[in-house]
């Protein structure tokens, strides 16, 4: 056994050195990681390889590239008055008509607050990294999850990079900091993105707030038991029988449930996509990170719009397909550059929020008050001193998990297969999953919801950034959604 820990520990401490030596380190380099192979590549706008060289600039391309130049000018104008714009609705407008992306990690560390939180938490960072190396885990999976995040991204391409570094030691810093999560892979996904447009030290704050603040909570999909994104699966159940009857009798016909296709693009805001490549965005990535905007914007209504959006856009073609036909279309086509243009894309969107809010289905029910356990930061730790890490970062709200009945784990065992990732992570999640909508019912969770009461309706948290009336008419559409 002394043998086994001291082998442990050994490559343990091997990972650490070489990120924390770098590409240099001398370590020997498996050839498919070798990113001088790549002798024709080159790189797109968006910093992704391609295996060969990408053709000239188009037309409409060019121009395209000197539309965002200009409203690269008008952002840098509005955020010198933020104080003047941030909750007005001409930022709602400029958000979905598109962000420069010279200007978008400061537009997301301003709506995040970065800058505040940083200085109540100055100079902890680092003392939590040091710590995170002593004391996480979870070393060895964040390991593999860095060397399988982006490869095909500038950022990631070369193994132990400035990029990959940064990732690594913010996987393992929040994995003892919030240790209710600790670590699973769709997090390195998440990190990944803001690593693209924040520093390494922002990037961790900006996953806290994301995980905590109230308007995104993404804390609950990825606690024990996942509690949100069961919420969320049967609030989407709910949405799409109500607002689009045909598609939901077809999907249910075929068999074809929301935990198949659906729980991706909740728990990372559409980045992972299932097959066949596990690190590729379910959208194409310029729409995706149109979405993340509107996301960091807006927070979590956006989650359960753009889900409906998707499915309302393309429900001709959905109508028409089998289940394995729409599971590929879901998966793999969606990724593909749609049809659409991404600001009529985000015209859709901004529709569907507000026809949903109008039906009261922007977001789905709130979890019961008294079930909400208020648990200090590393109560749970691995060791008893990190009770005193960060004290300026008390407290984290999780959501209750459901019990799981012998009547839930029987339900829908097709499913199973695809669930093996997500029950990696969560040994819990997968047997409630299975049976959601019938658990939830058994249990009180899902009420209609023409009754809830508007003491109900007052409590749900609204996002103050989104005022009602903001958002036009999409041409498109011919005005509100049917």
Known sequence: MEDLDALLTLEREEIIARYDQGPQAGTPVDPGDDADLLIYRAVDQLGFLHGKELPDLSTQEIKHNLQTAKRADKWVKMLKQWNKYCNSSKMHRRVYKGMPPQVRGRVWSLLLGLDQVKVENKGEYEHLKELGKVLSPYIKEIDLDVSLTFRRHIMSRERYSIKQQALFHILVTYSIYNPEVGHCQHLSQIVAVLLMYLEEEDAFWALDELMTNDAHAMHGFFSTGCPKLGRFLVHHDYTIGQTLPRLKHHMDQEQLFSQTYCAQWFLECFLHRVAPHCCCPQTPFPLTLRIWDAFILDGERVLTSMAYTMLKVHEKQLLR????????????????????????????????????????????????????????????????????????????????????????????????????????????????????????????????HPSWSSGQQASRPRTPLLPRGTCSPCPTQGGEPP
């Open 321 to 448: 397909l089998p289940r394995e036909g729409m599971q590929d279309f879901l998966h793999n086509t969606l990724a593909q550059p749609w049809g659409l243009p991404d600001d009529q894309v985000l015209r859709h969107l901004q529709v569907s929020m507000s026809y949903l809010r109008r039906l009261d289905l922007d977001l789905p029910p709130p979890a019961v008050p008294e079930a909400w356990p208020v648990i200090p930061l590393q109560q749970t730790s691995v060791v008893p001193s990190a009770a005193r890490l960060c004290p300026g970062r008390q407290l984290y709200r999780s959501e209750p998990s459901f019990p799981v009945t012998p009547e839930v784990m029987n339900r829908s065992p097709e499913t199973v297969a695809f669930f093996a990732d997500l029950n990696a992570s969560y040994p819990s999640a997968l047997a409630w999953l299975i049976g959601l909508p019938q658990a939830c019912h058994n249990m009180g969770f899902l009420k209609p």
